[in-house]
């Protein structure tokens, strides 16, 4: 079982790039959290996949079936970069750059599921903060506390860059 999908009519596609030296695996979670296999992806390779606003994905190891990535898919072109193994719990460095007028909270989804605020992004602004490959960081509108990005740390794309 997975974090369910929300519903949404916002029709949007998604990259899987596979950076690791083992094939991937693309499971879409429905609107009751189970799971669905969506595509194997083989090393080097990657997967565009039709979706929605706000549908959950997960990323897993073909062979040992280890989560590698999940989270809320939250924008049209989303990349999501499953990085070598080596570089899990990495140090990483993230730059959220807010080219809007709205503001923005940056909270940092800690392992045991709780959420730490950590900045407010004001329109204009950037924030950057060290963190750790596979740290998953939520960026929240500040006025209604609606999701707006799911980051997986070190599979962003551009690297390192989160534009608002």
């Known amino acids: 079982m997975a974090t369910p999908s929300l519903a949404s009519s916002d029709n949007i596609s998604v990259t899987f790039v596979n950076g690791r030296s083992s094939n991937i695996c693309t499971w879409w979670s429905d609107f009751s959290g189970e799971l669905k296999l969506y595509s194997t992806v ?6 565009t996949q039709n979706t929605f606003i706000n549908h959950f994905w997960v990323v897993t190891d073909a062979d040992s079936g280890d989560r590698l990535f999940e989270g809320y898919m939250t924008y049209d072109g989303q990349s999501v970069m499953v990085p ?5 719990d990495q140090p990483h460095v993230l730059r959220f750059i807010n080219q809007g007028s709205e503001s923005r909270d940056v909270i940092w989804l800690k392992p045991d599921g709780q959420e730490e ?3 407010r992004v004001g329109g204009g602004d950037t924030f950057t903060v060290d963190t750790f ?4 960081w939520l960026l929240r ?3 209604s506390g ?5 980051i997986c740390a070190g599979t962003e794309y551009p690297p390192n860059e989160i534009i608002l």
């Open 42 to 47: 083989a090393p080097g390779d990657s997967v």
């Open 133 to 136: 490959v596979g740290h998953r």
């Open 84 to 88: 070598d193994e080596s570089m899990t």
């Open 146 to 150: 609606n999701l707006i990005r799911d």
């Open 141 to 143: 509108d500040t006025d």
């Open 117 to 119: 605020f950590y900045d």
